[in-house]
């Protein structure tokens, strides 16, 4: 009888030992399904032993070994080992969170793959039988008569609207599914050739190639349209030559798409998965076995697609690496962007971290040698976009903009350009304010106001979710006239109409593109020019290429500027340079206008003056005087509590704790940034060493002892290298 080692996914620092009649080291990694409690849980087989500290009384006898699926190899479970230690998080909901959905449930079976044929009747259909606005049909008719057969990963790689076309195809009988074949292994994975080079960006390409087959980091800063794109293909086209894979990360779903046709194009014959939230769970975990078996040798996904099984890894790149989105906020608070750079180590390839604006830890990473620096400084056949600031003092802006502004908008639209208004904040207005009594509409469960909604007359908390109709008049003094105060995108949308009404307008934010599939029904009117001024939030800032857009208009900007987060002023900068890298990418010479109460600011001045280093130098120097990272490391022990009192007494007493362990230092106990969220009252504790290891030894021996406190006034979690303070 073997001891088997398992993991869980319950929030306990140990792995739990059952006995099994028919497990062998070969079984590790793999899942198995046991009895915890009184529920059935999956887990995953960490050690096979012959012998367990807990009687043999004690143990359970393992309910099956699954064997469906191949086991996470002994690279993957290192991996996931390295993030449970470095990020002092349990192992066993590591190891669970790294797998699709469907292979965490009881039950759940593994779905079969599936070919679509083309019948004799879809092959004598006409295109011009299909609506012309019916836009993903007459593509899908048209693929189906080029190739005849097409698996579920063909359909994905045309897009994901194509689904519903293809449900249709099938109800009118001009496709029929039939179980997939064995297909015979790819006798070539050769890429089509790409755009010609510039000198910049082939010595990119050559010293990513010299490193093929051995670790190195590389930061590629190159500024927006420069071709960091054409580099990576390059690079993945030599690793993918090689019998290997490539993961490419971003940051966004929004980007995914766009990339994966781009993908698609450039690697007709490869198979390529994507994985990121946006798909279903059957999707999800096709994609991720494609990925495991090596099938796919060209994997794109977003930030957890750092832990998907990769056999043959060659390369690893990470695009516009200085996002946030690559650092996991709540529960298991990992970064996969430098989880890449661990995976690329333990793996021996190359890892390529790509930014116009890199963070400054990547910065900081280049300047003294840690990473290698590939720079591509201009843009490919395209003159950078001029950027100029609206003063704002003493000027009447209208809703938001400035008669500066839209004199601009209005001389884009005589030339037929397109234009993007810029404003990270979607609804209508930040607030419903009373003026007779000063009642503000405030989440009654969050530190926040709630934001105005009007096409749906709702008043929405932007963080815990709550809802709630606009009221008549104020619950304070009953006077009717409440007023918005600030814009929201709804409200700039609704402005813009009235001062341009044959403008077509756009709207792109979360709430217009939370529908599946619109954003690509988007990108696609903005790029066949049915659009003249969208008006967007962040979503538009980074990866997006319109060469129609001319003109940026951003407003807004000096909301960040006011921040206390101490990476405030690079997250704008970085914000700032990305959104203005959507202008001017096609035949119009782009303009970016940036209405602020501080021109003079440093930050606008080194964005007019497009000087990156300056800035980014000026930044090192204030976190080296200040304690900051990259000079520090840090750590966040956050609690949350029924009343903050509750909180802070828990943080307190960890404090205490702390001190006698010594070898950090440990700050005082704060209410957090947002003290009350979802119901819940938090606060903060910060830690932080001058040396990683130190801290480490600190947070190990710690998290144990806080662990045996088992305090129940607070629930409490611990963050390494917080990106929020």
């Not at 319950?10 to 062998?24: I, R």
């Not at 080992?81 to 349990?90: E, K």
């Not at 001009?174 to 010609?196: F, I, K, T, V």
């Not at 090596?294 to 994997?299: D, Y």
Request: proline share 6%; with cysteine.
């Amino acid at each position: 009888m073997k001891i088997v080692r398992v993991g869980l996914d319950v929030p306990v620092g140990q792995t739990f030992d059952y006995l099994s009649c028919d497990a062998g080291v070969g079984d590790v990694g793999s899942r198995v399904l046991v009895q915890f409690g009184k529920r059935a849980m999956i887990g995953i087989v960490l050690e096979v032993q012959d012998s367990s500290e807990v009687p043999a009384t004690r143990l359970k006898q393992v309910v099956r070994l699954l064997r469906d699926t191949p086991a996470l190899s002994h690279e993957d479970l290192r991996l996931l080992r390295f993030a449970s230690q470095y990020y002092h998080y349990p192992m066993g909901q590591v190891v669970v969170s790294a797998l699709p959905q469907r292979l965490r449930r009881v039950g759940k079976c593994i779905p079969a793959e599936t070919d679509y044929a083309l019948t004799k009747v879809g092959l004598e259909a006409q295109v011009d039988q299909l609506p012309t606005r019916a836009r993903a049909r007459r593509k899908l008719l048209l693929a189906c008569q080029a190739q005849s057969v097409l698996s579920s990963a063909d359909v994905q790689r045309l897009s994901p609207a194509e689904r519903k076309a293809l449900n249709a195809f099938v109800a009118v009988g001009w496709l029929e599914r039939r179980a997939r074949e064995s297909a015979a292994p790819a006798q070539s994975y050769a890429a089509l050739p790409g755009l010609p080079l510039t000198p910049r960006q082939s010595d990119a390409v050559e010293s990513l190639l010299g490193a093929l087959g051995q670790f190195r980091a590389f930061l590629l800063r190159g500024v927006t349209g420069s071709g960091k794109t054409e580099v990576y293909l390059r690079a993945a086209a030599a690793a993918v030559a090689r019998g290997t894979q490539v993961l490419l990360l971003v940051p966004e779903i929004a980007l995914t798409p766009q990339l994966e046709a781009t993908v698609g194009e450039r690697f007709p014959d490869v198979r390529i998965s994507s994985l990121h939230s946006g798909l279903n769970e059957t999707e999800r975990l096709r994609n991720w076995l494609a990925a495991y078996t090596g099938e796919a040798r060209i994997v794109l996904g977003t930030r957890l697609a750092i832990f998907t099984p990769l056999p043959n890894l060659g390369l690893i790149v990470v695009d516009e690496e200085h996002d946030a989105s690559f650092k996991q906020s709540e529960g298991f608070c990992y970064s996969a962007r430098d989880l890449a750079v661990v995976r690329a180590s333990q793996r021996g390839v190359p890892v390529v971290l790509g930014s116009a604006t890199p963070s400054l830890e990547t910065y900081y990473n280049a300047k003294v040698g840690r990473y290698t620096l590939l720079e591509l400084p201009t843009r490919i056949n395209a003159r950078p976009p001029s950027i100029a600031s609206i003063p704002l003092r003493g000027v009447h802006a209208a809703d938001g903009l400035s008669p500066q502004l839209l004199e601009a908008v209005a001389k884009r639209l005589a030339r037929g350009d397109q234009t993007l208004i810029f404003i990270n904040r979607r609804g209508f207005a930040p607030v419903l304010m009373c003026h007779s009594c000063g009642w503000l509409s405030g989440c009654h469960r969050c530190s926040a106001q709630l934001v105005l909604h009007l096409p749906a007359r709702e008043l929405r908390c932007h963080h815990c979710g709550y809802r709630a109709p606009v009221p008549q008049a104020c619950p304070e003094c009953g006077n009717p006239a409440l007023a918005p105060l600030g814009q929201g995108t709804q409200r700039i949308e609704a402005a813009l109409a009235q001062h341009f009404p044959a403008a077509r307008i756009l709207r792109i934010d979360r709430d217009t593109t939370r529908r599946k599939h619109s954003w690509n029904d988007m990108r696609d009117r903005i790029r066949s020019r049915e659009v003249d001024i969208l008006v967007g939030t962040q979503i538009l800032a980074k990866g997006h290429d319109f060469p129609h857009l001319a003109l940026v208009g951003v407003l807004n900007a000096d909301a960040m500027l006011y921040s206390a987060d101490f990476r405030a002023s690079e997250r704008l900068y970085a914000l700032l340079t990305q959104v203005s890298g959507r202008a001017g990418r096609g035949d119009a010479h782009g303009e970016v206008l940036i209405q602020t109460e501080f021109p003079e600011h440093p930050l606008y001045s080194a964005l007019r003056a497009q000087d990156l280093e300056r800035f980014a130098e000026g930044l090192l120097a204030d976190r080296r005087r200040a304690g900051f990272p990259p000079f520090v490391h840090q750590a966040l022990l956050r609690a949350e509590a029924t009343k903050v009192e509750l909180a802070l007494a828990f943080l307190e007493h960890a404090k205490e704790i702390g001190r006698v362990l010594g070898g950090v230092d440990l700050y005082d106990a704060v209410p957090a940034p947002m003290v009350r969220l979802a119901g819940r009252e938090r606060a903060q504790l910060l830690v932080q060493s001058t040396s990683r290891p130190a801290l480490h030894r600190f947070l190990a021996t710690w998290r144990d002892l806080l662990e045996k406190s088992k305090s129940r006034a607070a629930r409490w979690t611990l963050e390494v290298d917080p990106l929020e303070l």
